[in-house]
């Protein structure tokens, strides 16, 4: 079964870091893009950082460019979130997604996996 369990959420202040995890498994690691996507309240979702798993190349949303860094670890499966400098408004419900494409800046699709979210707060 394809699993993805994101874990790292918590609440912290402005200015403040935290680190988001993805762990994957069920499906060819190498063969997805792997992304995190973030929705806040009565907001509609919205993707953050992509990473694609087969060389790395990552992308950002001008939101987070220059504060959030993504990673990715192939041997154990394992996307991380690195992000630093939170502001209020990276507020919301983060989810890791697997999507099936050779591009790293994929928009989810109908044959994309999910995980379950991680609640980021970050209070001002």
């Known amino acids: 079964d394809v699993q993805l369990q994101a874990s790292g959420g918590g609440l912290v202040q402005a200015g403040g870091s935290l680190r988001l995890s993805c762990v994957a498994s069920g499906f060819t690691f190498d063969d997805y893009v792997i992304g995190w996507f973030r929705q806040a309240p009565g907001k509609e979702r919205e993707g953050v950082s992509n990473i694609r798993t087969s060389d790395g190349s990552s992308y950002y949303s001008d939101s987070v460019k220059d504060r959030f860094t993504i990673s990715s670890d192939n041997a154990k499966k394992t996307v991380h979130l690195q992000m630093n400098n939170l502001k209020p408004e990276d507020t919301a419900v983060y989810y890791c997604?697997?999507?099936?494409?050779?591009?790293?800046?994929?928009?989810?699709?109908?044959?994309?996996?999910w995980g379950q979210g991680t609640l980021v707060t970050v209070s001002s």
């Open positions: 997604a697997a999507l099936y494409s050779d591009y790293v800046t994929a928009s989810p699709m109908d044959n994309t996996y």
